[in-house]
Structures are given as structure tokens and as C-alpha cells.
């Protein structure tokens, strides 16, 4: 579930235009059809491993919000240790979004100095060695691929850039 409480309150700012035209704003505004919830996007944090005290979940924050690291394996992957990882009992105020995929890699081509986090049928390209040091991800860990299967990786659908 993501949160919505943020864009119910930035929809209901854009209904009261009649402030702007100096009127007063109609009050009554339709209850919202779920309820709130108490997390947020949190670009801030992008880049962050966080785990909750006493709990195993391991979730690394990206595009404001939090995704598990489905297992160890998922974890070695991608990153550069497990002393990474923040423990703070914050972490589930920032909103849950689509794990990361069991098995998530890094990778590049021979040809291409671009790195993408492989994860959920989409591949993320890394702005730069700042961001991926930032996320902790480990440069032992990228899988080079020949520019002659690099055709196959055109066809993954890019997702948005990894910035910091």
C-alpha cells in the first residue's frame, strides 16, 4: 500500500483556488475512502539500509520509500557489507514500496561505464560513483556483460535514475 495522505492534503490545496481569488474556501470536503496513514516519501533517506530493532527485515530506502531486501543472498548481492544497514525504529514511517526482486543484481556492459540495479523487470541506471558509494552497493559485485548480449539488456525497460 502506498501512501496517499500527501496527495489527498496537495489535491484538497489545489480545490481551495477560491483562496486565490480572495474568497473563502468551501470546508466541506468528502471524507477520504481510506485511511491515513502515518508514513512519507522520503527522498532524504534515498540510499539508506534500515532495519527495525529486533526485527531480521532489511529495506533499502529508494524513490522516497522503503524496500525489502528479500533475503542474504538479495543482500550479498548488491551491497558492500551488512554493517551498512541503520537500525532505527523509524523506519516504518517511510511508505513500503515494490520489494526488491529475489535475486536483484548489479550490472554493466564491457562497453557502457553505466551501472543499473537490476530489480523488478526494470533496470535502474546510477547516476554516479557518489550515488552508488552513497547506496553502499559494492563495485566487486557488478556483472559485466559482452557488448554482443548487451542487445538483451537494450530490452529490459529502464527505470528512473538513481540520483543523489
Not at 517511510?94 to 543484481?105: F, H, L, Q, R
Not at 540495479?117 to 558509494?133: D, H, Q, S, Y
Request: glycine share 4%; charged share 15%; aromatic share 8%.
Amino acid at each position: 500500500m502506498h501512501c496517499r495522505s500527501t496527495m489527498i492534503r496537495v489535491l484538497l490545496l489545489a480545490l481551495c483556488v477560491c483562496a486565490v481569488r480572495g474568497t473563502e474556501c468551501e470546508t466541506s470536503t468528502p471524507a477520504p475512502t481510506e485511511p491515513p496513514c502515518d508514513c512519507a516519501l522520503n527522498t532524504i533517506q534515498d540510499g539508506q539500509l534500515l532495519k527495525a530493532p529486533g526485527d531480521a527485515a532489511v529495506y533499502l530506502v529508494l524513490d522516497g520509500c522503503r524496500r525489502h531486501v528479500p533475503n542474504p543472498t538479495t543482500f550479498n548481492n548488491l551491497f558492500r557489507a551488512w554493517d551498512c544497514i541503520t537500525e532505527t525504529a523509524f523506519s516504518n514511517l517511510i511508505c513500503p514500496c515494490d520489494p526488491i526482486t529475489d535475486g536483484a543484481i548489479l550490472i554493466k556492459t564491457v562497453s557502457n561505464p553505466t551501472v543499473y540495479f537490476l530489480t523488478n523487470g526494470r533496470k535502474w541506471p546510477i547516476a554516479n560513483p557518489v550515488t552508488f558509494e552513497t547506496f553502499c552497493f559494492d563495485w566487486g559485485k557488478i556483472r559485466i556483460i559482452p557488448d554482443n548480449v548487451a542487445l538483451a539488456l537494450h530490452f529490459v525497460p529502464t527505470g528512473p535514475l538513481i540520483p543523489i
